[in-house]
């Protein structure tokens, strides 16, 4: 039997057995601490937030079903200074004032660690998980490798999930159904066993139809279908306490809509506009023929993973932690990277890994002094495939600027891209061939480049695959210590090692590039370049095996191949590297804390590896040094008002060295070291409990970002707006035999860029096709929320409508992708307005 069959046979049997033993329960309390703090463990230990020496935001699962936050990218838009951009879920983007966090690559290395029950799950194409039946989440800023590890380069986010409960029965079910066809149940049973075992199972199933319409029919693009189950044990007899958490999510979306704004939407057939250039209006997608054995344009992911984790109390000041986990995901996405009608390019991700995690930790905590040491063992393998489909005759008109038939359709404008049938006809595309010859004063005959027309592909097929297998050792220890009963001190250390094997392949998959090798031989010298030209005019130019007879590479379009056509090449690297932090923290009152904070974060040395520059020639590898940054925080944090305000601010400056980036060569993107760069701002957050029946909450983020050095020298971070804020209030009064509560918020950000070039055209200018338009940049908007409940006056029963985006503003979450690559750069709209109804039903304590 399946982990994903197994999990999801505990739901239903289980609620049908649980739920008559939670009907004479009470009513479920809030999961806020008695005085409205919340008490976290972003330390590795039990504390008030006021008292973590670091920036840190901690929400619990009532406020999150509050605001209806059920994915981190809503999250993100809570927490300042902290962002999550959602392509899919196969492709987030985890930002930490100002940096991010998404690469797919194996051997990439993440700067924004992101942990589940104090399990790494930071491999961007697997991190990206429901949020649901959480206790809460924190998200601490800065780096934090000493407390989080090697991944916590400037900040991490921890997902504390409810676990088991002994004490309290407790039944959940949530059911709500909106626009766009979108309906999510979410269910959760936690059945007490014994008076000291239970188990619980929580699950989630939603849906939703896409929000850009498909104009070509179809399934609409951006649709979402998701589920997850997650079930868990804790055993606590006594000093021990043992949790075992199973996770499982399956995600399968609708194609995401890559969509150009410098084409129109048309019939691929007849030519017809079937659309606008709309950043988020409608699409017209064609993925090529029999790409990936003919899948439709979508994303099908598989996360799973199981952690133990056992605490024991050996005395009153002594205690052992210790967690096991073992966690796989494997995705495969397929995405129209040129985002027009005509299949251009069509691409894919898929990309899988499994790791293995232990760590034990001991703490001694007393009155003065709060220690502890440990380490950690880590080991991962993966790889990411990414291939590629292009319609060489199409293309060719890409490269010549002639997607609209270059004259031999009247009157076409230059926005409508012609019928595809028009890219077949040989004295068309061999004219183009003749224009790209003469640009680099070469006559070519018309016979011979209709010749070679001919022989262009509808279809060469290529791929490359990454892999990366690492095994990680970390020793860490860290110190709190109280100076006087006002002042305290801290510390920690963590040594990691690395061992790394980074692996590349890549191959032509259906013979050569014909349209590659021509424009390679237009570069060579006279006699060389005659006979490849003649060569690739020969019938059957792109299946004949080279040979003496047939002294041919086998050329790339996007890349070239490795060695023997898919020769796998390796190298081994071996890492150490020390990252620290040093605290003050001094009481003003009981209620308010003075603190400065100087961290030390490091992303490890990346073993990068690209394609060869010519066909049969080795993988390229190259050590990118650590990225560091130096952190320097102070900040204040007090309950005021009798502990019904909470407010927190900090001011911080880093340094960063050796800034890892990625720079296009040729149709490739690679990554690079940009030198030095540093950030700068402020952040800060309010939580006010004003009455019992109105509390308000906001937060505001100010990050300036910078490259310092290069051609980048004053070029923003990537996703990072300059300034952000969120403002809310909840309203909850009886109103005769119900509870009513009104909550609306508002959250904004101001302008930013998707790429660290900042689409500036004279960084640009050396692209294979350059782009001189800086168009991919999304101006600063707002989005305003709002819910509406109403509940019995035990708290069991309640409905609700909501609305997201309620003013239905349009933006769009990025731009460029690999579409850039081809001088197409494209856009992803946000969501629009969505709203709808929900009723659920709560027994016990939760």
């Known amino acids: ?455 262009l592909k509808s279809n060469h097929l290529e791929t490359n695959t990454n892999s990366a297998r690492t095994k990680s050792w970390d020793l860490f220890a860290d110190a709190t210590y109280k100076l006087t009963d006002r002042l305290e001190v801290g510390g920690g250390i963590r040594w990691s090692h690395d061992d790394k094997t980074t692996g590349f392949q890549s191959a032509m998959v259906n013979g050569r590039s014909i349209l590659g090798g021509f424009v390679a031989a237009l570069g060579q010298p006279a006699a060389t370049r005659t006979a490849l030209l003649g060569a690739l005019a020969v019938p059957g130019a792109a299946n004949i095996p080279t040979s003496a007879l047939y002294p041919v590479p086998l050329f790339g379009l996007g890349l070239q191949p490795t060695g023997t056509n898919g020769q796998l090449y390796s190298q081994d690297h071996t890492d150490d590297g020390i990252t620290w932090r040093a605290t003050a923290r001094y009481e003003l009152a009981s209620d308010a804390s003075l603190y400065a904070t100087y961290a030390r974060g490091r992303r490890p040395e990346i073993l990068n590896v690209s394609a060869p520059s010519a066909p049969g020639g080795a993988a390229l590898f190259n050590i990118l040094p650590a990225e560091t940054v130096d952190s320097y925080e102070t900040g204040v944090k007090a309950a005021l008002l009798d502990r019904t305000l909470f407010v927190d601010g900090s001011v911080f400056y880093y340094r960063y060295s050796n800034f890892q980036t990625t720079e296009q060569q040729g149709t490739t993107f690679v990554t690079i070291n940009a030198g030095r760069a540093r950030s700068y701002g402020f952040e800060g957050q309010f939580r006010w409990n004003a009455a019992d029946w109105v509390s308000l909450f906001g937060n505001y983020a100010y990050n300036h970002s910078r490259f310092m050095t290069g051609a980048r020298d004053g070029n923003r971070f990537r996703l990072s707006p300059d300034h952000s804020a969120a403002l809310g209030m909840l309203l909850k009064a009886p109103v005769g035999p119900v509870k009513i509560d009104f909550t609306p918020s508002v959250t904004w950000q101001s302008s930013v860029f998707f790429d660290e070039d900042n689409d500036l055209p004279a960084l640009q200018a050396a692209n294979l096709i350059p782009d001189t338009v800086q168009d991919e940049k999304q101006g600063s908007y707002a989005l305003v929320d709002a819910r509406l409940g109403f509940e019995t006056e035990n708290g069991r029963w309640r409905v609700e409508a909501f609305a997201t985006n309620l003013f239905d503003r349009d933006y769009i979450k990025d731009a460029g992708n690999a579409g850039d690559s081809l001088g197409l750069p494209t856009f992803i709209a946000g969501e629009p307005r969505m709203y709808g109804l929900a009723l659920s039903l709560k027994i016990g304590k939760r």
């Open 1 to 455: 039997m399946s982990i994903r069959t197994a999990l999801l046979a505990l739901v239903s049997p289980l609620a049908l057995v649980a739920a008559p033993a939670f009907a004479q329960q009470a009513t479920p309390p809030s999961d806020a601490e008695p005085d409205g703090e919340i008490v976290v463990t972003a330390q590795l230990r039990e504390q008030s937030a006021t008292e973590v020496p670091f920036a840190l935001t901690a929400y619990n699962g009532q406020f999150l079903d509050d605001l209806g936050i059920t994915e981190f990218d809503r999250l993100g838009q809570f927490v300042p200074g902290f962002d999550v951009q959602n392509q899919s879920p196969n492709n987030p983007g985890f930002v930490m004032r100002g940096i991010t966090s998404d690469s797919g690559a194996a051997y990439s290395e993440p700067r924004v660690s992101v942990f589940q029950d104090g399990v790494s799950i930071s491999k961007s194409r697997g991190s990206y998980v429901e949020l649901f039946d959480m206790e809460r989440v924190e998200i601490a800023k800065g780096p934090q490798s000493t407390l989080y590890g090697r991944g916590a380069l400037i900040g991490a986010v921890n997902l504390i999930q409810a676990k088991a409960d002994p004490t309290h029965g407790y039944g959940y079910v949530y059911g709500q159904y909106g626009n766009y066809n979108g309906y999510r149940i979410d269910q959760t049973v936690n059945l007490p066993l014994s008076d000291d075992l239970a188990v619980r199972v929580a699950s989630r199933f939603k849906e939703r139809d896409g929000f850009v319409d498909n104009l070509l029919g179809g399934d609409d693009y951006n649709g979402i279908k998701s589920e997850a189950v997650r079930g868990s044990l804790r055993w606590a007899p006594g000093a021990l306490t043992f949790d075992l958490i199973g996770n499982y999510q399956h995600d399968r979306a609708t194609g995401t809509a890559f969509k150009s704004i410098a084409y129109n939407p048309t019939d691929p057939t007849t030519g017809v506009v079937i659309g606008d250039r709309g950043r988020t209006s409608g699409a017209a997608l064609v993925p090529g023929a029999n790409f990936e054995h003919s899948k439709p344009l979508g994303l099908d992911r598989d996360v799973w993973g199981v952690t133990g984790i056992a605490n024991y109390a050996l005395s009153e000041t002594l205690s052992l932690n210790a967690i096991g986990s073992y966690r796989e995901f494997a995705g495969i996405e397929i995405f129209d990277a040129d985002g027009i009608s005509l299949p251009v390019l069509t691409a894919a991700e898929d990309a899988q890994g499994d790791q293995t995690m232990g760590t034990l930790r001991l703490t001694y905590a007393n009155d003065r002094l709060t220690a502890f040491v440990g380490g950690t063992y880590f080991r991962e393998n993966g790889f990411q495939r990414t291939p590629g489909q292009f319609d060489e005759r199409v293309t060719l008109a890409r490269l010549t600027n002639t997607l609209n038939g270059g004259g031999a359709i009247p009157g076409r404008a230059a926005t409508d891209p012609a019928p595809l049938a028009l890219f077949s006809n040989t004295a068309y595309t061999g004219q183009l061939l003749q224009g790209v010859a003469a640009a680099y004063g070469v006559a070519l005959p018309t016979a011979q480049a209709q010749a070679i027309a001919a022989n």
